[in-house]
Each structure stands twice: as structure tokens, then as C-alpha cells.
């Protein structure tokens, strides 16, 4: 996935000069690539930050913690949505009423533990 955000990237900026540079000269492409090439950089880096590292079934809920071992987010679910066997979107109600989604691909975690998940959100949600 990496991979495919660094081509992306690649892309987005080479496409950006080809346009840039036939009608505005070559200081403003170094400018507008260096300024996009930025932008975009940030938001994958911010976008791996932000991946879930682990998930813990507690008695009051869900807790997900990043690859850091810093605890992102912790509540009861209190929304599910689930795409075929793939993708599972939940919402995490947060003690100060603050809701936090929550997208779990089925290849983040072992079919076992996906299919468990899947059944305690759909569970935890009419509840």
C-alpha cells in the first residue's frame, strides 16, 4: 500500500508539471510541485499515523490503539455497517459524546477475529 501511495504521489506531481510548465515557466512548476508533493506527502504520512495497530474488546467497548502503542480511540459501539465479508465501518460513542468511525478492512485481522468483531458491532449496535 505503500508502494501505491508513493506512485500516486509521483504521479500527482509529474502531472502537475507537465501543466504548470507550458504556461507559467519553470519557477512556478518548482513552486506548485514542491507545494502539492508537500500536501500530499503530509496526508499519507498523517493517514499511516493514524492506522490501527491493535483492537481490544473490553468491558466497556472497543479500544484502538496505533502501531505507537498510543490509544487513538475508546468507546461503546453504537453504529455498525458492514460490506459483504470485506469492509466493517463501526461508530465508537467516546466519553465526552464525541462519536469516532472506524473502518476495519477483513485483511487487517484474521478471518476468526474479523467474523467476531463483525457479530459483536452488529450485536452492540441494536443494543
Known amino acids: 500500500m505503500y508502494l501505491a501511495t508513493a506512485l500516486f504521489i509521483a504521479f500527482a506531481v509529474a502531472a502537475v508539471c507537465m501543466t504548470i510548465t507550458p504556461r507559467f515557466g ?3 512548476t518548482v513552486v506548485d510541485a514542491a507545494t502539492v508533493f508537500a500536501i500530499l506527502a503530509a496526508s499519507a504520512a ?7 495497530g491493535a483492537l481490544k474488546i473490553g468491558p466497556e467497548g472497543l479500544s484502538v490503539w496505533n502501531r505507537a502503542g498510543i ?7 453504537v453504529g455498525c455497517s458492514q460490506c459483504s465479508d470485506s469492509l466493517l465501518m463501526l461508530w465508537l460513542d467516546e466519553d465526552g459524546g464525541k462519536l469516532h468511525r472506524l473502518l476495519i478492512a477483513a485483511d487487517m485481522a484474521e478471518r476468526g477475529a474479523f467474523r467476531e468483531i463483525a457479530v459483536l458491532a452488529r450485536h452492540s449496535a441494536r443494543v
Open 46 to 52: 498523517r493517514h499511516a499515523r493514524n492506522q490501527p
Open 26 to 28: 519553470v519557477a512556478w
Open 71 to 77: 490509544l487513538r480511540a475508546q468507546g461503546r459501539i
